[in-house]
């Protein structure tokens, strides 16, 4: 009986004694857990992350080069922000991805300006290709816009905007949708035709006053041929809008034929006043792609011509 019961106690106290073991190696790895040597205050320095080796001891491990204040662990995904030159995208929330090209810095939120943004740091929008693009200056970053009045690559071009208006660094284009008198087209670098010298009398009689002048051409007039017409145009001398500008009134057009004709003459025989000094002017209409400019500048006025129709009474002597 009671060697029994000596046997029983020792039963007892081994299966004590296991459960005890048990529960301190179980207790031990939670501590082990729970307090690892990585925690330790400044374990690793900074843009490395800490991981505890099987013998206990840290290392150190470099961070994903697209995390900026360190990291809690390996690759883009772990960054605690992203360095310039990375962001973190709306779709993909956590993982710090390269800027899409064309953009750079903290969170990708600035534009390059290269003109291969291939070649544009990603970082601080160096261009590598050491070539602005347009509408941009200030090597090597080239965040300046052109100087006001020029666009275009190298800010080489002259804008030809009406006063006061704003022209595109990049295009040239007039935030008006116009363009300077005696431009047009894209960027408004078409100067449009224009005769140099204003149309001449060639004779008047009473209601019918004669003028002429040569053909456009493009080694001594302004601007570019082809030419689709001529407008001719006469305006009173005396006559004021209420604007307090003197209206011109069209009164023909000339087709030019391109036939080789060097001088057009013109009749005006209508809307004269009698003994009435006019001007006259002749605007070029150009042509693209035999289509006529949709805008003419105003061509030089000629000098006072009479419509000369009372004759003078001889002077009494
Ligand atoms: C970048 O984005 C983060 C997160 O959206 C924001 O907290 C931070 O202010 C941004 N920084 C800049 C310079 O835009
Ligand atoms: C971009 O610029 C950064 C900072 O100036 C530099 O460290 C990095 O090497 C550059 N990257 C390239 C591809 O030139
Ligand atoms: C030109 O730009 C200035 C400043 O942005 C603006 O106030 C003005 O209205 C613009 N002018 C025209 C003609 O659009
Ligand atoms: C006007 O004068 C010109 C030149 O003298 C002449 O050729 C033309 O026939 C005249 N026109 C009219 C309608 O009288
Ligand atoms: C254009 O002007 C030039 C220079 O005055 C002249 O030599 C040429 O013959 C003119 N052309 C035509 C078609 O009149
Ligand atoms: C001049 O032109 C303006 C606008 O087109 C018009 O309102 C005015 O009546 C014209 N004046 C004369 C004297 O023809």
Redesign the pocket.
């Known amino acids: 009986m009671y060697r029994d019961t000596s046997q029983s106690m020792s039963l007892i106290k081994f299966l004590l004694l296991a459960v005890l073991t048990v529960f301190f190696l179980l207790n031990c790895r939670t501590l082990a857990q729970s307090t690892p040597p990585c925690l330790r205050l400044n374990a690793c320095p900074t843009n490395t992350y800490c991981a505890e080796k099987p013998d206990g001891t840290i290392s150190c491990i470099d961070c994903d080069v697209s995390c900026g204040l360190g990291c809690d662990g390996p690759g883009p995904k772990f960054c605690k922000s992203c360095k310039a030159g990375y962001y973190k995208p709306s779709t993909n929330f956590h993982v710090c991805t390269e800027c899409h090209v064309g953009f750079y810095g903290v969170n990708c939120s600035k534009q390059c300006r290269c003109l291969n943004n291939e070649l544009c740091n990603k970082t601080d929008g160096f261009c590598n290709s050491w070539k602005c693009d347009r509408g941009y200056t200030g090597l090597p970053y080239c965040q300046d816009k052109c100087p006001i009045n020029t666009f275009g690559l190298d800010c080489g071009f002259v804008c030809h905007c009406p006063v006061n208006d704003n022209c595109s660094n990049v295009q040239g284009d007039c935030s008006s949708g116009k363009c300077d008198a005696d431009w047009d087209g894209p960027g408004c670098q078409r100067r449009l035709p224009k005769l140099v010298l204003p149309p001449r009398l060639q004779s008047v009689t009473c209601n019918n006053i004669t003028i002429y002048w040569?053909?456009f051409?493009k080694?001594?007039d302004i601007g570019l041929d082809p030419i689709k017409q001529y407008n001719v145009l006469y305006k009173q001398i005396t006559t004021v809008s209420a604007n307090g500008k003197t209206n011109w009134t069209n009164y023909i057009s000339i087709d030019d034929l391109h036939d080789?004709r060097?001088t057009f003459i013109v009749s005006i025989t209508s809307g004269l006043l009698q003994d009435v000094d006019f001007n006259f002017r002749v605007d070029v209409v150009g042509m693209e792609n035999d289509k006529p400019l949709k805008s003419t500048t105003a061509g030089t006025v000629s000098a006072a011509i009479r419509n000369t129709c009372t004759v003078n009474k001889p002077t009494c002597s």
């Open positions: 040569d053909a051409n080694s001594v080789g060097r």
